[in-house]
């Protein structure tokens, strides 16, 4: 049994072909999906549909991409919003430092600010992180914030990747890793210990090396189960059943009564 760590099921592309895809996945073994929400507007669609879908776990939070229209309002909202519709977590949130992201001082601002409803509520975090792993290293440990969660989309050092296990962080593998000039993401996923890792897709965005430009769906992660396995020399039954334990560990809450 697979479980994708990081999928955005809820987006408008999967409108009209969700119900077909779910079963599809569960007949493929992909059983079990956590849906970070992006924006404010997200939430009620995602909660909505984690009542149609007992398979979905979901997260709460405000995307950095998406910050230009949001508000300190939006997350006065946010506890309440985790606590009326059975968050896991509180995500996706985090740091994106490319040339075109928003500026920084606002991400800082929401970043801090929804670790600290995190750290309140005793929930992990789903944390988005694009060349910003000191910053985030650093805002966590001024939150004071120590319930883990997942970095998505790991594409650090193997120095960085110990320091987020320090903190108690889980590291999200995916697509990347299965391209061939990924040679340093490689190299640092055949490092990591056992228990560091979780595999995930980023459905519909993240495609898989030789499937560029087509729609990305939960059904790639028997196929980076493969690639991780090869790359860390070991079977692909292994992978599967080590990175849902890493999951349970961070997520009990989730699976206790589901797997």
């Not at 408008?12 to 507007?41: H, Q």
């Not at 949001?70 to 309440?80: G, H, K, V, Y």
């Not at 040679?183 to 030789?210: H, I, N, W, Y």
Request: with cysteine; proline share 4%.
């Amino acid at each position: 049994m697979y479980i994708d760590s990081h999928c955005h099921l809820d987006f408008s592309v999967f409108d009209d072909s969700r119900d077909a895809l779910m079963n599809t996945c569960i007949e493929a073994g992909v059983e079990g999906f956590l849906i970070p929400s992006t924006t404010k507007t997200s939430w009620a669609k995602v909660a909505e549909l984690a009542n149609r879908y007992p398979q979905w776990r979901v997260a709460y939070g405000l995307h950095p991409y998406f910050l230009e229209t949001a508000s300190i309002a939006d997350i006065d909202r946010l506890a309440e919003q985790c606590e009326l519709h059975g968050a896991l977590a509180i995500g996706e949130i985090g740091l994106d430092c490319w040339p075109k992201a928003i500026a920084l001082d606002k991400q800082s601002l929401f970043f801090s600010r929804q670790l600290i409803v995190a750290r309140d509520l005793g929930l992990p975090v789903i944390v988005h992180a694009r060349k910003s792993y000191d910053l985030v290293i650093k805002a966590v440990r001024e939150a004071r914030f120590t319930s883990g969660g997942v970095i998505h989309a790991f594409n650090g050092s193997i120095e960085q990747a110990n320091r987020l296990r320090g903190l108690g962080f889980l590291l999200g593998i995916g697509g990347t890793v299965t391209y061939p000039r990924a040679k340093k993401a490689q190299a640092v996923l055949a490092q990591l210990d056992d228990a560091a890792f979780v595999l995930e897709t980023d459905s519909p965005d993240m495609p898989l090396c030789g499937f560029q430009g087509a729609l990305n769906t939960p059904l790639s992660i028997p196929m980076i189960a493969r690639c991780v396995a090869t790359i860390r020399k070991s079977s692909v039954d292994d992978i599967a059943r080590q990175t849902n334990k890493n999951l349970l560990s961070t997520f009990p809450k989730w699976y206790k009564d589901t797997l």
